[in-house]
């Protein structure tokens, strides 16, 4: 392979130029594509977890006390939750038209009746926002749901 060299009266010109169109992306570029970028090519992997969790503000402890005042006690184990069923308090949920539901390994795909109706609704949301964007019919993964304190 033969390699191309600039001459030496014109390096300097053409390390000026490169630089030029360099400053000139960085100005032209929006920022939110110039971290699509960055990410593109970093070798870092990234936790969009914590990021999602900080801008939410997702606090387990609310959860827990919401549950508490619903009458919903903690369940020791996987008969806990069968338990539970069984009684009425939670409600087994499958993949629907909004969504879809992962093997789950540490938790159950049960919920309560409330919280069944606010996954229907957050995926009913989430079709309306994207289907104008061109990905209509796509669904979104619910990977976690109840949990037991064992799990934890």
């Known amino acids: ?13 053409f390390w000026i130029f490169i630089f030029i169109i360099l400053s000139l992306c960085f100005i032209f570029i929006p920022r939110s594509n ?21 801008r939410l503000k997702d606090r387990v402890v609310d959860y827990s006390s919401f549950a508490k005042l619903s009458g919903i006690e903690k369940c020791a ?6 338990r539970k069923v069984l009684s009425g308090q939670l409600f087994p949920v499958s993949s629907g038209r909004y969504y ?14 409330d919280a069944k109706i ?26 976690s749901m109840t949990r037991t304190s064992e799990k934890l």
């Open 1 to 13: 392979m033969k390699r191309i060299r600039v001459r030496k009266e014109y390096r300097f010109k």
């Open 100 to 113: 879809k539901v992962e093997d789950m390994t540490h938790s159950y795909p049960y919920l309560t009746r």
């Open 77 to 82: 184990d996987g008969g806990d939750i069968t």
């Open 34 to 54: 110039r971290a699509m970028m960055t990410s593109f090519f970093s070798k870092r992997c990234i936790s969009d977890q914590q990021v999602y969790s900080r």
């Open 118 to 143: 606010l996954l229907n609704e957050i995926g009913r949301r989430f079709d309306d926002k994207i289907s104008g964007e061109g990905f209509k019919g796509s669904r979104f993964l619910v990977t």
